[in-house]
C-alpha cells in the first residue's frame, strides 16, 4: 500500500469537501439536514466541522484502505482530535497576537490541520500493533466523538467556540438569512 499516495489524495480529498462544506447549507438553501455536516455560520465551531465532515467521510475509503490495521481506530481517532484541537487553538493563539482576524491565515489553518491531522493518522497506523484495548476503546471514542459532533451541532454550548462573531447568536439561528428572516417575521407581527 502506497502510503504517501493515500496521504496525499486524503489531503486533497478532504480539503475539497471542506471546501464545500462551507457553502454547502447555503447552496441547498438552508437545509438543516446538510447543516448537520455543513457550516451553518461562522463560529469556530463550525469551521472545526469543515474539516471533520470530510475527514469521517474520509473514513469510508481509509477504513477500506487500513481498516485491517490493528492501529486503524486509534489513528482514526487520533486525527479527528487533532482537528478539533490545532485549529481553535491556531486560530486564537494568531488572534490573541495580531489582535485580528485575517482570512488568508484562517484559509493556511484550515489546510495545515488537515495535512497534520493526516500525517497523525499515518504515522499512528504505521507504527508496531498496539495492545487490542486500545483499538477497541478508540473505535468507542470515534462513536462518542461523532455523537458530540452531532450533538454540538444541534444543541450549541453557549461558549465563544460556538458563537457567531458576526451577529453573537450560536448554532442554526446564527445563519444569517435565517436571523433576517425572523427579524421581518417579527416586525410584521408588531
Known sequence: MDHAFNFWLGVVVISTIGVLAHFLYEWTNQNKIVGLFAAVNESTWEHIKIALTPTLLWGLYDGFAYGYDPNYFLAKLVSVLSLVILIPIAFYSYRAIIKRAVLFIDICIFYISIVISQLIFYVLVTL??????????SCL???VAFGFYMTLTL?????FLFKDPINGKYGFRAQSKLVKTSTKSKKHKS
Not at 155 to 159: A, R, T
Open 141 to 143: 471514542g470515534l462513536f
Open 128 to 137: 508496531p500493533a498496539q495492545p487490542y484495548v486500545v483499538n477497541y476503546l
Open 155 to 159: 444543541k450549541p454550548i453557549k461558549s
